[in-house]
């Protein structure tokens, strides 16, 4: 059995190799849910996430022949460039298989970081699937993302770091894919505090976890659909579901539009870039799925190795919901000069324009007019009640399309 022990000698292991992330309090965050919230910023770590932990100690341990042989491993991103960067570390050839929609950006990742690539099925258990029939077909070690006990020692090097830092620590939440991450950090905290609360957080459309603990046996999913990609796991393993089990005291869930929420607030008031699978456990206290009311909370923020595209979306979608950004529809007559009046009105009270779209070819508007869609910066919610009392002194039929 893992124990706290076994934590403790991946700490030593992994101290020249790692950074030691910042536990980072947040005024904003600590403001808005009337608790003490401190960020763990592993979004921060080498690789981009907290996998090098794992897949350092795990390599590390094997013998002169596996390392000899090389290692193989299956991930949707982050676990991979952990183990390509720690086989990089210790001279050990190594070869990654990922699911085939794995973004762009983590594949070149992997392979800078000198794995071989394998694109390989849908999902992440597809890809592991592969991997493990390859690694017994060329007698390769095969490096699980969770389900082994070096991993899982590794990653609970980040619970004995925030004990250090933060002993006053109450609760902690953690994202859950696998169950490594969580298994191993329960585990270290339980055993050094164990009044602290250990709270895990899955993707609404991938809470495979949540189901076994509270079906008390593995369910595999059928599938998964979530934005946190890097937690979409249909199944939990024997070693994660057994410790959290037994060291976890609670599972709750989050769904996507939670988690693009708490990307946004990460970007736009702590200037911090993290994945959606590493923001899951500050979307949880944000949307009051737990009550850490006057408590010292973590949040572990797993990963920061976002996909840009969905971070522009991600970007877009919390500057309309906060008014910071507007599109307005307005259907006039199709004639000279209506353009230059409407941009008129916005432009002297200051609204930044961003793009505008003539639509005719609709029957929802009538012959001889035109729609126009103008999507523009403001200050804010004042300043857009201003342009609307502007465009209905000038008798101009408009629609909010926030």
Known sequence: MLTIKDVKEAYVVLKPVVHHTALEYSRTFSEITKSQVYLKLENLQKTGSFKIRGAYNTIFH?????????????????????????????????????????????????????????????????????AAEYAKKHNLMFIHAFNNEQVIAGQGTIGLEIFEDLPAVDVVLVPIGGGGLISGIALALKTLKPQVKIIGVEAEGAQSMKQSLEKDVIVPLKSVATIAD??????????????????????????????????YLLLQRSKLVVEPAGAVSLAALLSKKVSCSKQNVVCVLSGGNANLSLLEQVIERGMLNEMLMVKIA????????MLKEI???????????????HDRCTTAVPIGYVKIVITFHTLGKEQIDVIKHELDKKHLEYQLLN
Not at 76 to 101: D, E, R, S, W
Not at 232 to 259: G, H, I, M, R, S
Request: one cysteine or more; glycine letters at 8%; a neutral charge.
């Open 230 to 263: 890097g937690i979409a796991v249909k199944t939990p393993k024997d070693l994660t579901f057994a410790l959290a089990k037994q060291y976890v005291d609670e599972v709750v869930t989050v769904n996507d539009d939670e988690t693009a929420h708490a990307l």
């Open 330 to 337: 307005i259907t006039v007559l199709d004639k000279p000069k």
């Open 343 to 357: 941009l008129g009105v916005l432009a002297n009270l200051g609204a930044n324009i961003q793009s505008i779209v």
């Open 62 to 130: 094997l013998s002169k022949e596996d390392k000899k042989r090389g290692v193989i491993c299956a991930s949707a991103g982050n676990h991979a460039q952990g183990v390509a960067y720690a086989a990089t570390l210790l001279g050990v050839k190594c070869t990654v298989f990922m699911p085939i929609y794995t973004p762009p950006a983590k594949i070149l990742a992997t392979k800078g970081y000198g794995a071989e690539v394998v694109l390989e099925g849908a999902t992440y258990d597809d890809a592991a699937l592969a």
